[in-house]
């Protein structure tokens, strides 16, 4: 797959479902991205509690995670946090109380339609210490050593160049900043039908890579401490035999049956990582 492409890819698609949770039309469009009505339900299950998911404004919660960043940060009061690959806010509005108002949260998205949502719903809920702002997070729009913690949910995975996303990760940090991540792996390679197929990539599935693979990424970008604070089992299968996903995937040229999607599932886990920038 082109880089461009891709990115090309993901930015429409997800500028899809941003307009679809603004019209108020809640289909689901992507395995990981359940916008149905038991969004909370998947919070809980990737291991947000029943107060973080009732605390961020209507249409913050996208059920887009696989993770749980924010509960793993450690953030503290007046420091400042980047949140890579934003979405409609969810995980920035979390932080920003743990922050306070002599800190900053801000996040970085390629989506305008993304952005849109989330800073209506910044609006909404009246967070004056979180900003959305376009950017890459392979070539991030941040001055070097201005951030104190980074999060990220679900999102590095589509990216196809994850060892440029963590050496911007490493120099916009402050010396003695964070960084705490959840995201996709693979158990077992994936078949090629699916490594090479878009509608899998946006699934969250296709960019992954085997979890030696990915931590190289984060050590080759200088991080140090690095550690797996949680691993465990993605129902991948909920996600491939949505209706939705299928729908992509037929215009795609790219069908599974259900005994396939469960076999893609078994190859995937969501990981929650941690490291240090000494």
Do not use: W
């Not at 795609?252 to 078994?266: G, H, P, R, T, V």
């Amino acid at each position: 797959m082109n880089t461009e492409s891709v990115k090309q890819s993901v930015v429409d698609s997800y500028g899809k479902l941003a307009k679809s949770t603004q019209s108020g039309l809640f289909s689901k469009l992507f395995a990981c991205c359940d916008l149905s009505d038991n969004a909370n339900q998947v919070g809980e299950t990737i291991g947000y509690s029943k107060e973080e998911l009732s605390a961020v404004p209507e249409g913050s919660n996208l059920g887009v995670g696989c993770g749980n960043p924010s509960a793993l940060a450690k953030i503290k009061k007046g420091q400042t946090v980047l949140d890579l690959g934003s979405g409609a806010g969810f995980d920035a509005f979390l932080a920003s109380p743990l922050v306070g108002d002599h800190g900053k949260v801000i996040g970085v998205d390629l989506s305008e339609d993304m952005l849109s949502l989330a800073t209506r719903n910044a609006k909404k809920g009246k967070y004056a210490n979180v900003e959305f702002i376009n950017g890459d997070i392979e070539d991030l729009p941040i001055d070097d050593a201005t951030v104190d913690h980074i999060i990220s949910n679900c999102v590095i995975n589509l990216s196809l160049n994850k060892g440029d996303v963590y050496k911007e990760a490493f120099r916009v940090l402050k010396k003695g900043g964070k960084l705490s991540i959840s995201d996709i792996v693979l158990e077992k390679e994936l078949p090629e039908v699916i490594k090479n197929s878009l509608a899998g990539h946006i699934a969250c599935v296709s960019g992954a890579e085997k979890l030696e693979t990915y931590l190289q990424y984060v050590e080759q970008a200088g991080f140090k401490d690095i550690r797996i604070d949680a691993k465990a089992n993605f129902p991948l299968e909920l996600m491939l035999t949505d209706p939705q996903v299928m729908k992509i995937a037929k215009e795609m040229n790219f069908n599974l049956n259900s005994e396939e999607a469960k076999d893609i599932a078994s190859r995937v886990s969501s990981i929650s990582i941690s490291a240090n920038k000494y």
